[in-house]
């Protein structure tokens, strides 16, 4: 009993031995690398193959012969392999262990079952990758092992001669060599365990880019070279790189960090690597290179950016230091691309907006302009002989009027300069109907705030088009300005004909109106600037309509 207890103990020895070496393996980078895979290449394959053989080569030289037989953890290495790296790496290692074994010993007891065990072990290995579930590995690999050492104990009877030699080794060597495969199941634990990193670490890289992309998000409203600088300066402070660019199909349009005298931002073409890496939508890495411009660079990953199913760009990271560009650095690299890829496709499409809502106020001033101009050149021209001193008066409301319109930018203008051009198309339009109209302002003159151009003034032409103007007799169109704590309140109300419940419900379902196209694109400014569009209700007789600036939408509002 003694001596077998010693034997299973001097099997521990030797597992734990294979123990601490794959434990130090793991501490290196390219072990870590290899175990952190999906796919390992044909090298990798290779090399992992020679360490696991060189494992059980070991292990079949330092162990304790017992009649003609040997006790090891051969077949610890073998199944150990192929459970970890997949049945090509257990059945190589089987056969280079079984032949090994074999040939050190070819006329001995146990030569040819040790033979048969090792390779059997090493299929048995490759199933138990492909079949068990990663978190039963371990047991079924210790299941396997017990099963091939009492596979190798059955030939070993069968093979010895006399059969009495078989069961007098087996008989001292089962116990220890079927209780010692226990030890794949600590070996296997020990480097998933390492390989299970790989996931902490894609959490946490993964968290760096979106700790990236908050940081950066408000530089991307507006894309310039000063705000492409400052998103490269982020991503260069939280990863720790050397310096990092953002390119277009041709140009460098930002870089950070080493080497950014050597460029002439904005004008650099970008080098051929980055075009080929571009050309072909693949990521590039360069490990141990020395870049053309700046030598002092040696480690490169340049990952191309997509808008739309296109390649516009790459974002490239560089090191000082060769061999920088890790795995983990690469999963998180790309992700920070693709967030980086959808912000700036948002932002152009921000800009397609604003183009888009500058482009629709055109088309507002020019379809006012001609048909306003129109009526109040008539009323001038019939004031000239009668009224001299008005029609002096009515061309300037005229040219103030004409002149705001050709000076109207996208910038907010404050409220009074809005109302000083209402009231000069008031003055032209009172011109035209004389005691027809009357208008009203109700403004509160303590509030001062600002507000886009030409947004009142086609609800004031809407009243006075479509409430006052079809109606019998005098009309009178309310200007309303008022404020509380939380916003300001801008109303036109008219005593017109009112306004008929089917174009409010049109204008609510952003549907336009017959012959009010002015209406609607109010509504769809205000819904954008402020959050809800224009309310609207019939009055008996007219029509009101208002909506609401935020005070805390509006700086200015006092």
């Given at each position: 009993m003694n001596q077998m207890f010693e034997m299973l103990l001097a099997v521990y020895e030797r597992a734990a031995l294979m123990l601490i070496c794959l434990f130090l393996l793991t501490r290196t980078r390219q072990f870590r690398q290899l175990l952190q895979k999906e796919e390992h290449t044909r090298q990798e394959l290779v090399a992992v193959t020679v360490i696991f053989s060189l494992f059980a080569i070991f292990s079949t030289y330092s162990g304790i012969h017992v009649e003609g037989s040997l006790?090891?953890?051969?077949?610890?290495?073998?199944?150990s392999g192929g459970i970890l790296f997949g049945p090509w790496v257990g059945i190589a290692t089987g056969?280079?262990?079984g032949i090994h074994r074999f040939l050190i010993d070819i006329d001995g007891p146990t030569s040819v079952p040790c033979l048969i065990s090792s390779i059997v072990a090493g299929f048995v290995a490759g199933f138990i990758k492909l079949k068990i579930k990663k978190e039963h590995r371990w047991g079924m690999g210790i299941l396997g092992g017990m099963l091939c050492e009492s596979l190798t104990m059955l030939l070993v009877v069968i093979w010895a001669e006399p059969t009495a030699l078989g069961l007098d080794i087996v008989s001292k060597i089962a116990i220890p060599m079927i209780l010692g495969a226990v030890s794949i199941g600590l070996i296997v634990l020990l480097v998933q365990?390492?390989?299970?990193?790989k996931e902490v670490i894609a959490a946490r890289q993964a968290k760096l880019a979106l700790d990236i992309a908050n940081k950066t998000l408000p530089y991307f409203r507006h894309i310039n070279s000063d705000s492409l600088s400052t998103i490269c300066d982020i991503i260069r402070t939280d990863i720790k790189a050397d310096a990092v660019a953002i390119t277009n199909q041709h140009n460098i349009l930002a870089y950070v960090g080493v080497g950014a005298e050597q460029y002439n931002i904005g004008h650099e073409i970008i080098s051929e690597t980055t075009k080929e890496s571009i050309h072909s939508g693949k990521i590039t890495i360069k490990n141990n290179d020395e870049a053309d411009r700046v030598p002092q660079i040696h480690s490169l990953i340049i990952i191309p950016l997509w808008e739309k199913g296109i390649v516009t760009g790459s974002l490239k990271i560089y090191y000082c230091h060769a061999h920088q560009i890790t795995n983990s650095l690469k999963v998180m690299a790309v992700g920070l691309s693709q967030i980086i890829s959808t912000q700036i496709e948002v932002s152009r499409i921000e800009q397609l907006r604003e183009m888009a809502d500058r482009a629709e106020l055109r088309a507002l001033q020019s379809k006012i302009n001609p048909h306003f101009l129109f009526n109040a050149l008539n009323a001038i021209s019939s004031l000239i002989r009668i009224n001299p001193d008005t029609a002096r008066q009515l061309i300037i409301n005229l040219s103030r009027y004409l002149r705001y319109n050709l000076e109207l930018n996208d910038e907010q203008i404050d409220i009074k300069k809005e109302l000083y051009q209402i009231q000069d198309y008031i003055a032209i339009e009172q011109a035209r109907f004389g005691s027809k109209l009357s208008v009203i302002y109700d403004i509160d003159e303590e509030l001062s705030f600002t507000i886009p151009s030409l947004l009142i003034q086609p609800l004031v032409e809407n009243a006075i088009v479509h409430g006052i103007q079809p109606c019998r007799g005098n009309g009178v169109v309310v200007l309303s300005i008022t404020g509380t704590d939380e916003r300001i309140r801008i109303s036109v109300k008219d005593t017109g004909s009112g306004i008929s419940e089917d174009v409010i419900e049109q204008v609510k379902r952003n549907e336009q109106p017959a012959k009010k196209i002015g209406l609607l694109n109010v509504h769809h400014?205000?819904?954008l600037l402020y959050g809800e569009g224009l309310?609207?209700?019939?009055?008996?007789?007219g029509t009101e309509i208002w909506f609401y600036i935020n005070r805390s939408n509006n700086k200015q509002a006092a």
């Open positions: 006790i090891n953890v051969r077949v610890i290495a073998v199944m056969i280079i262990a365990g390492v390989e299970d990193e400014r205000v819904s309310h609207i209700r019939r009055l008996e007789p």
